[in-house]
């Protein structure tokens, strides 16, 4: 009676292993879907075309930017968005600083 038992034993761990089987298999697929999707539909950057050839050029965003009046010691904040429109590495050798013009 033994022996019955281990084959019966025997059969449902086989049958176990085949029931496991395709939920395995579903999830690697939709494993490889949910891949493949990311990476179709990831943005992609433009192709950069330089405007200057053979050196860096600087381009910003906003040329002149109107404050109206501030009182002393008032702080106000501006961004610019800069950009390096040439073919070559743009780099700083000093601090960037801002020129504040009276009357401007």
């Known amino acids: 009676m033994s022996k019955?038992?281990?084959?019966?034993?025997?059969?449902?761990?086989?049958?176990?292993?085949?029931?496991k089987l395709p939920l395995i298999m579903a999830l690697a697929g939709a494993a490889v879907l949910i891949v493949a999707?990311?990476?179709?539909?990831?943005k992609r950057a433009d192709p950069?075309?330089?405007e200057v050839t053979g050196s860096p050029?600087?381009?910003v965003d906003k040329e002149k930017v109107d404050l109206g009046d501030v009182k002393l010691?008032?702080?106000?904040e501006v961004s610019f968005e800069v950009k390096n429109m040439g073919d070559q590495p743009l780099?700083?050798?000093?601090?960037p600083f801002i020129e504040v013009k009276?009357?401007?």
């Open 102 to 104: 009276e009357g401007c």
């Open 37 to 42: 999707a990311f990476f179709a539909f990831q």
């Open 73 to 76: 010691g008032q702080t106000v």
């Open 91 to 95: 780099k700083f050798t000093k601090s």
């Open 48 to 50: 950069f075309t330089p």
């Open 4 to 19: 019955v038992n281990r084959g019966i034993s025997k059969s449902r761990q086989v049958q176990r292993k085949h029931n």
């Open 57 to 59: 050029s600087l381009k």
